[in-house]
Each structure stands twice: as structure tokens, then as C-alpha cells.
């Protein structure tokens, strides 16, 4: 290290000052003389610091929206705390899951119940809402690598993740027609509420089927469910259908839960061939009339 003596330094001290304000005036000149000096001096230090500013912006940034590494450091504790009490909660699940589980096994068992087999089924986009024969109905577009030979997609039933749709009732070999519950050659036996009171949903070309033939003293109940029903053996038990709503003419009918207006994808369900054929629907005439159950 090099010792400077005490004179040479305040010397060095007091022309400190006058050789600043000297170079301060200097470059103030040779800015006046250059206008695009200071504009090229800028450039010249933004292009050098550029990339130091590009490393430290980004930690800079997680900091402050607590996101990344040190973000995270910062909400260790409250992910901890909120993850002990979820997992508290799964727990108690579990122990209510495997009672329920327990429970379900050991009423099968003594009811020798079979469960029925599970459908194959595949997803079909619907690609044109046709009329002609049929006022309501879509078509869908299926293919070869589904692995469904068209002849077993006759009769199946379609449902867009909600509810039942319609049911196939022509299918060739890259394409179904999917008959609504909604078109007036609809005619769906079902099941209301949770008794599973018997009744019969028929389409009416508008927007909402109706019920009639239901049981004698049991007329339906707004707001009841209405599922299917094994009646005629055409639908399996129990797939949502609806919901019972009462119109301005005080006559039952059923608000589909299936978005029939805007339908997009349909999942075409195969149940197992120990159910009836579909009988063909005969091309439809002049309305039949239909008969109502009257009031009691």
C-alpha cells in the first residue's frame, strides 16, 4: 500500500474540487458542442447495463408478486398450516369413505346383489342440427376406430355430461342420427321422485317434453326428479332425465338437464345386448293425438 505524506494529501484534497468542477464544465462544453453526444453516452450505458437489469428484474419480480423461490420462502408457513388442516379433513373423509364402503359391501353381500355390467360408450361430436323427418334431432359424426360396429350403435343412448339427450335411432358407418327427447316421436318411459312413481315423458317439438299416464292419485310433484325407468325395457334404471316443472296451463312437464339448445358433444352410451332391440320409429304422419290422464 502506498503511503502518501500528510502535505501531499491535503494538497490532493483542495484540488479535488476545482478539478471536478473543471471536467464538469468540460464535457457541459463538449455537450453544447455534440447535441448527440448525451443521446449517444444514454444509448451506450442502457445497451451495457441491458443485460444486468434483465438478471435482476426477474427476482425483483417474484419477489414482488410472491411468486417463485424467495416468493414461496415467504408463504411456507401459511402453505404448511392450510396443508396440515386439509389433510385432517382427507382423513376424517377417509374414515367416513371406508364405514360407507363397509356398510354398501356388506349389504350387497347379504342381498346377493350382481352389479350390472358397465356400457361401453364413446364420445361423438355433433356436426348439424338436422330437421326434415325428424323436427328435433342431431346428427353426430362417428368413426371406424371407435371400435363400435354400426348395427350395436342403433339404441343408444345419448347423454351431453347433464343428463340424457336422445337415443339413437339411425347409424351408419361414420355417422348417427340422435333422436331428442324434446321431438314429438319421443315417447320415454320414466320415473318421478324418489318413489320412482311411473309416468311417461313424451316430446312435443318444443323446448320442453311433457308427462302423461302417471299413476293414479300420485300426480307429479313440482321440483321431483325424473330418471329413467326399466318400463319396456328400452333405458336403463335411474340416468337423469330432468326435473318436473308446471306450466301457465297448470300441465305437468319436464325441464331437460341436457343443454338440447347448444349441444356440442355427446357420449353415446351401449348397454349390454341383454335389452330389447330398438323398435324402428315409424316415419311420422299427422300427429297422433295425444291422450292425458284427467285430474282427479
Known sequence: MIRLSV???QALSRLTLPVMLMLSLGIVLFGRADQNLGDHLRAGLDDLLAPAYQVIAGPIEALENGTGAIGNLFNLAHQNAQLR???VKLLQWQAVAMALQAQ????KSSLDFIPRPAPDFFTAPVVADLGGVYARSVLVATSPTDGIAPQNT???IAMDGRGIAGRVVEAGARSARVLLITDLNSRIPVGLGVKGSPALMVGTNGPDPKLLYW???QPPAEGDMVLSSTTGGAFPPGLPIGVVHYDAQ???QVLPLANL???RLLRL???PNDQPQLTPIAKPGKPARSHKQPAA
Not at 104 to 107: G, I, R, V
Open 104 to 107: 354398501n359391501d356388506a349389504l
Open 85 to 87: 388442516a386439509e389433510n
Open 215 to 217: 299413476s293414479p292419485g
Open 269 to 271: 352410451f351401449i348397454y
Open 250 to 252: 297448470n300441465e305437468p
Open 154 to 156: 342403433l339404441g343408444a
Open 261 to 263: 339448445d347448444d349441444l
Open 7 to 9: 502535505p501531499f494529501r
